[in-house]
């Protein structure tokens, strides 16, 4: 399975990229949602995990237009999950609207990506 982690902090999107790779996904990584949308551009990915608050272009607007571009160009829906320290309930509601499939908070737990991981692969549709 090949994952996309948009993160900006370092050590988050280190210690992302060692799990996933460590459940056996290829992983590629991105530092803020503008560098995110260029990779989704040139690559094809089965999962994104997408921080929220980030310089440049935020989790959230990089989710809006991704869902635009997929919509415009008839793509597959690709299933992105927000990973945020920040869990109110106004994020958790933002990322839904924004057309996130799911909600991670951090610290991100190597069963939470396990579960969600084989939610992907059983059905091709995230059920989590």
Avoid: W, Y
Wanted: charged share 25%; hydrophobic share 45%.
């Amino acid at each position: 399975m090949r994952a996309l982690v948009v993160e900006d902090i370092e050590i988050n999107r280190v210690v992302m990229q060692m799990i996933l790779e460590q459940l056996g996904c290829d992983v590629s990584t991105a530092v803020d949602g503008q560098e995110g949308l260029g990779a989704i551009d040139v690559g094809q990915f089965d999962i994104v995990f997408m921080d929220l608050q980030m310089p440049v272009c935020d989790g959230f607007e990089a989710t809006r237009q991704i869902r635009k571009i997929e919509i415009v160009e008839g793509r597959h829906r690709l299933p992105i999950f927000a990973v945020s320290a920040n869990t109110s309930e106004k994020d958790r509601i933002m990322s839904s609207e924004v057309g996130m499939d799911g909600f991670i908070a951090k610290p991100v737990t190597i069963q939470i990506l396990r579960d969600i991981l084989g939610s992907i692969s059983v059905s091709g549709v995230p059920g989590v």
